[in-house]
């Protein structure tokens, strides 16, 4: 008789209680899945938003003027100024925004940038169906994957916002990232659309040389103290320190959730070693040693985490994809993913958890005097 | 040498004024193969006795020799291992496990043992045939009755081969006409393979059927009959 086919015997005595300790185990895992997935999810996501953004962010220190659906801006000529910093490759003055469309389209984001200053950016991006914008496109737009998708827009058809009709030049293919749901403009369009006149939410710069963006950006600090530069690594690392915070509050989360499926386990085990009390001790006076039960009682509750653990597995594939495609309808961006470490950890964790809560009830069972044990009523 | 020797064996439980002497001054010895019981009113001392003798609880003080060596002396890991191989248990209320088939409730013990599965089964398979369970070797002890439980129980104790069989009130659960088929069988086992059996009963004309009854009273040998053994 092999201590694994035992134990998996044992747990089949209280079959409801067993089963019930399960789904407790189950869901909790199946939460800290969840979880994970959005991890991985938001993970990818930044590593992607790599993609969008400058090496140098540069806008207007506090304090300046300030313009609704521009925050606070500043002069785009600012633009001609920095191109002149010793080691600036392009100077990009951009309005960033997000807007909703007239009928009845999804949120989206605009990016308002010169054409030939968007190829830093949409440069490696493949155009799906149309063409790129060029510097002779007015009222042209060219949308990101998610954003054409939910839309149902095509090159070619119309997108409006704010009363103004663009053409779609083209649709740009799946990235998985922000930029699917962007729409990208011509800056001086935007401008007219906004009513802003020559005026920039901010101004993106890319350095020849990236080992030199921070000297770039004292070199603008001290020339324009009224400008606020920042590195775009900074940005993405802001960025980052936010999406671990995120990450710190869904490990809280998952803790409790596994907390209380721990404490479910270790109350079912201890349950069901104290029935069992006379049992140890019969075995233990047959000549099984104290080893032996503690090992029993633990394979016991790790099998039982396990099996929770597998079956939550199950039920988080099932309730990340369906969350993931919630949101990604509803808002348009993949914020879940699942990959072969999400599994992988939530079966560590559920292994980790029932390790824990056998030890006590394994110790306190294998502990106890056998004559006792036989007494026990 | 006795198989069992207690030489001056007492045991006192609690402190102070709640002192309990179960057993004062006991001195024993059982021959091996000896087929035996040990009768007394309640609290008189039998199963602290059987206990001792059995290493699930040491004694106070005295001396316990098994097989000649002093078991008051050893190691909790040398105790498990002479329970394991020289020894069997048989309990009033069988202490099977419910789970397990007879043949796996009787397995188990022969795997503590270290034996492989198809030497488990085999061993196994030959201690339910021979104390009449050869064709209930798949059923669950919730699928069996009481006289048949404690067959198993007396399988599970014969599995290693052990010298010396420790019963509890073995028919302390039984009717009367089971109870008598199970000391049958002891009788049985203790003829043909030369086991000793030690037997703590209430039942009188259980004891009557060992050749041997030690009776106790407030935890002292207060009187002690043999009988030729036929």
Redesign the interface.
């Known amino acids: 008789?092999?201590l694994l086919t035992?134990s998996l015997?044992?747990l089949?005595?209280r079959k409801i209680r067993t089963g019930l300790t399960l789904l407790g185990i189950a869901i909790a895992i199946a939460f800290a899945f969840v979880l994970f997935s959005v991890s991985e999810g938001t993970e990818a996501l930044v590593g992607n938003a790599k993609r969008l953004g400058p090496d140098i962010d540069v806008k207007i220190a506090e304090g300046g003027e300030f313009q609704a659906g521009l925050g606070s801006y500043l002069d785009d000529n600012y633009a001609t100024a920095l191109a002149g910093i010793n080691g600036v490759r392009t100077a990009a003055p951009i309005i960033l925004s997000g807007a909703t469309g007239d009928e009845g389209q999804g949120f989206t984001f605009l990016l308002g940038m010169a054409p030939h200053d968007a190829k830093e950016i949409y440069g490696d991006l493949k155009i799906s169906e149309g063409r790129s914008l060029t510097d002779n496109d007015n009222f042209a737009i060219e949308l990101g994957y998610r954003i054409s998708k939910m839309n149902s827009v095509n090159a070619g058809d119309n997108f409006s916002f704010r009363g103004a009709n663009f053409e779609v030049a083209g649709t740009l293919t799946e990235t998985g990232g922000v930029v699917d749901l962007f729409g990208l403009i011509p800056l001086s369009t935007f401008q007219s659309v906004l009513g802003t006149g020559n005026k920039a939410s901010n101004i993106w710069l890319w350095v020849e040389d990236n080992e030199n963006a921070k000297v770039v950006v004292s070199e603008i600090e001290n020339r324009y103290p009224e400008l606020k530069a920042t590195e775009g690594i900074t940005i993405l690392k802001q960025t980052e320190d936010f999406m671990k915070f995120g990450d710190a509050i869904r490990v809280v989360v998952a803790g409790i959730a596994l907390l209380i499926g721990a404490l479910a386990a270790m109350n079912t085990v201890t349950m069901s070693t104290v029935e069992r009390t006379?049992?140890f001790?019969?075995?233990?006076?047959?000549?099984?040693?104290?080893g032996?039960v503690f090992k029993l009682v633990l394979i016991e509750s790790t099998l039982l985490c396990t099996i929770g653990g597998l079956l939550g597995c199950l039920l988080g594939y099932v309730g990340s994809m369906v969350i993931g495609r919630f949101i990604s309808n509803f808002i348009g961006i993949d914020i879940v993913a699942v990959t072969l470490r999400t599994p992988l950890i939530a079966i560590g964790i559920a292994v980790t958890v029932g390790v824990i809560a056998g030890i006590y009830p394994a110790w306190r069972i294998s502990r106890q005097?056998?004559?006792e044990s036989?007494r026990y009523e | 040498m006795s198989l069992v020797e207690l030489k001056n064996v007492s045991k006192i439980y609690g402190l102070g004024q709640a002192r309990v002497r179960a057993l004062d001054g006991v001195t024993l010895n059982i021959e091996k193969g000896e087929f035996m019981s040990i009768m007394g009113p309640s609290g008189s001392g039998k199963t602290t006795l059987l206990n001792v003798v059995g290493c699930l609880d040491r004694p106070t003080s005295g001396e316990v020799k098994i097989g000649g060596r002093d078991v008051t002396q050893m190691s909790v890991g040398e105790l498990n291992a002479l329970r394991l191989r020289k020894l069997g248990f048989v309990f009033q209320t069988f202490n099977l496990v419910p789970t397990l088939t007879a043949l796996e409730n009787v397995e188990l013990r022969l795997s503590l043992a270290g034996l492989n599965g198809s030497e488990q089964r085999r061993q196994a398979t030959k201690l339910l045939k021979l104390v009449g369970l050869g064709g209930r070797l798949k059923h669950r002890p919730n699928q069996m009755s009481a006289g048949e439980r404690q067959r198993i129980a007396i399988a599970r104790a014969l599995t290693n081969d052990p010298e010396l069989v420790l019963a509890d009130e073995p028919t302390g659960n039984l009717d009367t006409t089971i109870g008598r088929e199970i000391i049958a069988l002891m009788r049985d086992l203790n003829r043909k393979f030369e086991k000793t059996f030690i037997i703590v009963t209430h039942n009188p004309e259980v004891a009557r059927t060992t050749d041997r009854v030690v009776i106790l009273k407030d935890g002292k040998i207060a009187k002690e009959e043999r009988k030729e053994k036929r």
């Open positions: 008789m092999r035992f015997k044992n089949g005595r006379r049992e001790g019969a075995m233990r006076s047959l000549g099984a040693s104290n032996y005097q056998i004559v036989l």
